[in-house]
């Protein structure tokens, strides 16, 4: 093993990110020319969060085919795989319904993370010296924050001037890119033999770490709802109702407005870069027991995005509000989690803490397409009084907070 941050992690770095920026403006680009030709917030909901699902039933799947197949060929494969979904939607874009085509190629982006992302984290130990595993760690995880935020920044920019055609060719060229560069990448590899098929071990694993937070330990399993219903009341919220508001309900031109919610997106990635690099740099100082504050915040600050919905504001003034509580709110989800997690990892056995973390991870991704759905019909429904939805949603999310303090307390 070379010391150090050798060649070929510096070439998986790399590889991150193009393709991850490439990814970032995709799943920015598609929902926000869905929104703006259908109109519909819906339509808008049912395609962002049934796109979502895939993140949350590959991943598992996808952490037990890194340990089977070398894992160069896995993310070569799987960026040429994305190049090519994005030229045959180019190639097909005005002769099928849109809402189709973009949940078509949504589904298969987010399965494609879900299964991309583990044979990244796995080929970390292999490619740099022990010492250096957490450092490695560290760059690989601000390349996926600092992708979340300039993508959809530049992303919004590039598609207010020239549309979503553009935007496509130049995500295409990114994945065509990080693929033959990966090529020549080389990772350890030596074959593992298995007696039971992928989807049989994954169905094993998610079997016993149910049974060990619902019988053994239910308050890991109070604490897996309180991660599910933050991303059910919360992380679906941000994603389908600031779209709706800053496009729709904003008196911006639709240039203008699509290129201020890239403006938003990067303000969310930034709040959760914030609230990972607080957390690591401060996280003996936050107390476990205290952690359901950071929830009640979040929660709390839904209120001000309610008023500027209720109350008469010019555009920019609602927009600055909007933007400086999802900062807050993201930085402080981002805390929380962050926390949830490491406790979960302490107090559970080490046999048993990557099985129940992949189903605490299951889980919080199936709850947030089941909340983008919801909000959806909401924001359709509601027009004129949206800012109950915030209202009702930030009484349900301090909630959950309080509820998590009593399970923290009983772990």
Aim: aromatic letters at 10%; charged letters at 10%; one cysteine or more.
């Amino acid at each position: 093993m070379k010391r150090g941050f050798s060649r070929d992690f510096i070439l998986v770095v790399i590889g991150q990110i193009i393709s991850l920026f490439g990814n970032a403006v995709v799943r920015f680009a598609l929902p926000v020319h869905l929104l703006e030709v259908t109109g519909s917030a819906a339509v808008l909901g049912v395609v962002s969060g049934l796109a979502f699902l895939p993140m949350a039933l590959m991943a598992p799947v996808g952490g037990i085919i890194a340990d089977r197949i070398n894992k160069r060929n896995i993310m070569v494969f799987l960026d040429f795989f994305t190049c090519g979904l994005i030229v045959v939607f180019l190639v097909l874009y005005g002769r099928m319904n849109l809402s189709v085509m973009v949940l078509i190629l949504l589904f298969l982006l987010y399965g494609i993370s879900g299964a991309y992302q583990p044979s990244v984290q796995a080929s970390i130990p292999v490619l740099v010296e022990e010492g250096r595993v957490m450092q490695a760690n560290a760059v690989v995880n601000m390349v996926s924050s600092l992708s979340g935020l300039l993508g959809p920044a530049l992303g919004g920019a590039a598609y207010s001037m020239w549309g979503i055609m553009p935007v496509m060719v130049v995500a295409a060229g990114c994945f065509f890119c990080s693929a033959v560069m990966e090529i020549f990448i080389h990772i350890p590899y030596v074959k593992q033999k298995s007696g039971t098929t992928v989807l049989r071990e994954a169905a094993g694993e998610c079997a016993s770490s149910i049974a060990y937070i619902t019988r053994q330990k239910p308050a890991v399993g109070k604490l897996t709802l309180c991660a599910a219903g933050v991303n059910f009341f919360m992380s679906a919220l941000m994603i389908i109702g600031l779209p709706v508001i800053v496009m729709q309900e904003l008196d911006f031109s639709p240039a203008e407005a699509s290129r201020m919610y890239g403006y938003m997106q990067a303000v969310l990635g930034a709040g959760g870069l914030a609230g990972g690099i607080g957390a690591g740099i401060l996280g003996q100082k936050f107390r476990m027991d205290r952690s359901y504050r950071f929830l009640m915040l979040a929660g709390g600050m839904l209120v001000p995005m309610g008023l500027v919905l209720f109350l008469p504001c010019p555009p920019y003034a609602a927009y600055g509000v909007l933007a400086l509580s999802a900062l807050v709110i993201m930085a402080s989800a981002s805390i929380y989690s962050i926390q949830i997690m490491a406790h979960i990892q302490v107090t559970v056995p080490a046999h048993l803490t990557g099985k129940v973390i992949a189903w605490v991870l299951a889980l919080s991704n199936c709850a947030q397409p089941a909340g983008q759905i919801l909000y959806g019909a909401l924001f359709e429904n509601m027009r004129g009084m949206m800012a109950w939805i915030f209202f009702g949603a930030a009484v349900v999310s301090v909630l959950i907070g309080w509820y998590s303090r009593d399970a923290v307390a009983h772990t």
